[in-house]
């Protein structure tokens, strides 16, 4: 249990992003995309889980302080660093490998998108701005890799909403870092003295609008009408207001915004809107194409 909770096992839910391209163009019941691209996704979970083990090393002596992270393997000391650091690097051979043999432009965006997380963890996440920034690049670099697996040109429509979504998710999980450094005097990372909570619920406002409008824009756009012939998708708007107002409750009520994966698995509440939205996109997308055969 505790080698899975080093190389964060869970948090490999996040490269199902991986599938978006593949979901949204139809084809994720093409039988040899799908195995390809599960394929792929496996290898990059194994470079990210190198990520993180780099990323607790770097972080080890703020994570300490931290009420949830001091209880990971490397914080706690229950696997020294030595020993993450080459079960890391055997998973990040092993994944680049896999990448290497399976597709070569994922592979190059595999590497970019190391590269750029290793920077992170040394120095972009003192950055202000910056560091959350850097965490929404990595989220469309994984939707970037769906697209060349699958072999499908991603309209910028999915790029700014994938953008916007894990720039809502990453600012929100911020302001628990400056809630605790300005309610509770804990400092959890370096760059929390740069924010205050009055800034960061502004930045929060300003993603969540943008975020709704462009979503809404979207589902109502030309193109959008001609890729799935109907306009239907204008129903699934009111799970996105719903979930956008619920994730603001767990953030600005109950101030439990910093785990977005341990919300998703615990709060039913968004898993049920989750579900619904998932629903009644893939009825749309998929129904019309078995009638349409």
Same mark, same amino acid.
């Given at each position: 249990m505790k080698y899975l909770k080093l190389i964060r096992l869970n948090n490999w839910v996040k490269n199902l992003f991986i599938f978006m391209p593949l979901f949204?163009? #139809?084809?994720?019941?093409?039988?040899?995309? @799908?195995? &390809?691209? +599960? *394929?792929?996704?496996?290898?990059?979970?194994?470079?990210?889980?190198?990520?993180?083990?780099?990323?607790?090393?770097?972080?080890?002596?703020?994570?300490?302080?931290h009420p949830d992270k001091k209880n990971r393997p490397i914080p706690s000391g229950i696997i020294s660093i030595r020993k993450s650091l080459l079960i890391g690097l055997f998973l990040f051979i092993l994944g680049i490998t896999a990448?290497?043999?399976?597709?070569?432009?994922s592979f190059l965006l595999t590497i970019f998108y190391f590269i750029l997380n290793v920077l992170?963890?040394?120095?972009?996440?003192?950055?202000?701005?910056?560091?959350?920034?850097?965490?929404?690049?990595?989220f469309v670099i994984r939707?970037?890799?769906?697209?060349?697996?699958?072999?499908?040109?991603? #309209?910028?429509?999915?790029?700014?909403?994938? @953008?916007? &979504?894990? +720039? *809502?998710?990453?600012?929100?999980?911020?302001?628990?870092?400056?809630y605790q450094f300005e309610i509770e005097d804990k400092i959890n990372r370096k760059v929390v003295d740069k924010y205050t909570i009055e800034f960061m619920d502004k930045i929060i406002t300003i993603v969540s609008s943008v975020l709704i409008v462009s979503y809404l824009l979207f589902i109502t756009s030309e193109d959008v009408a001609k890729?799935?012939?109907?306009?239907?998708?204008?129903?699934?708007?009111?799970?996105?207001?719903i979930g956008v107002f619920r994730y603001n409750q767990i953030t600005y009520v109950y101030n439990k915004s910093g785990s977005p994966l341990k919300i998703l698995f615990k709060d039913r509440f968004l898993q049920i809107i989750l579900f619904c939205w998932m629903l009644i996109f893939f009825i749309i997308i998929y129904l019309n194409q078995f009638i349409n055969e």
């Open positions: 949204f163009s #139809s084809e994720l019941l093409n039988p040899d995309k @799908f195995i &390809l691209t +599960l *394929f792929v996704s496996l290898g990059f979970s194994f470079v990210t889980s190198f990520v993180y083990i780099i990323n607790d090393i770097f972080d080890v002596e703020f994570d300490k302080n990448l290497w043999f399976l597709s070569l432009n992170y963890s040394y120095k972009l996440k003192h950055v202000p701005i910056i560091d959350f920034v850097v965490i929404s690049i990595g939707i970037l890799i769906g697209g060349v697996i699958g072999e499908i040109e991603l #309209s910028q429509w999915i790029i700014v909403m994938v @953008f916007l &979504l894990s +720039l *809502f998710l990453a600012v929100t999980k911020r302001r628990d870092d400056v890729r799935y012939s109907t306009n239907s998708l204008l129903v699934t708007f009111i799970f996105v207001l």
